[in-house]
C-alpha cells in the first residue's frame, strides 16, 4: 500500500508542486497588477485574461523543468496536452461551483475551496500521468 501512494505522491515532487503553484500564481497576480496599475487598462477581464495567460506558461515551464522534470517528451505536445488539461480541470471547477451554489444552495466559498482543492490534486497527479508521464 506505501509503495502505490508513493507511485501517486512523491512528496519532494508534490513539494515542488505547491512551490511551483505559488510561483505560477505570484507571476499571475503579478501580471494582473501590472496591467492594471502600472499600463492602465481599462478592463479588469481582459487584464485578468492576459495575466492567467502568463501564469499558466509559468505553470507549464515550471511544470516541465521543476516539478516532473520531465522534458524530454516534445514541448508543442507537451504545451497542447497541459492547456487541454487545465480548461477540463477549469470545467469541471465552474461544474463543482455550479452544483454546490447554484444547485444545492451552498455556501460559494466553501465550494470554491472545495472545488480548487480537487483542482489542485487532479492537475497535481493528471500531470504527472498524462502530460509529462513521469
Not at 501517486?8 to 494582473?32: K, Q, S, W
Request: hydrophobic residues 55%.
Amino acid at each position: 500500500m506505501i509503495d502505490r501512494l508513493t507511485d501517486i505522491l512523491d512528496p519532494p515532487e508534490f513539494l515542488r508542486y505547491i512551490v511551483n503553484g505559488l510561483v505560477a500564481t505570484a507571476v499571475h497576480y503579478g501580471v494582473l497588477t501590472l496591467n492594471l496599475e502600472v499600463f492602465a487598462m481599462q478592463s479588469a477581464g481582459l487584464a485578468n485574461v492576459v495575466a492567467a495567460l502568463f501564469g499558466i506558461t509559468s505553470s507549464f515551464l515550471g511544470s516541465r523543468y521543476f516539478v516532473f522534470r520531465g522534458h524530454d517528451g516534445a514541448l508543442f505536445h507537451q504545451a497542447r496536452s497541459f492547456a487541454l488539461l487545465y480548461a477540463c480541470i477549469a470545467g469541471l471547477h465552474g461544474l463543482v461551483l455550479l452544483a454546490w451554489t447554484d444547485w444545492w444552495g451552498l455556501d460559494y466559498r466553501l465550494g470554491f475551496l472545495l472545488a480548487t482543492f480537487l483542482q489542485f490534486l487532479l492537475s497535481y497527479w493528471l500531470n504527472k500521468r498524462l502530460v509529462f508521464k513521469v
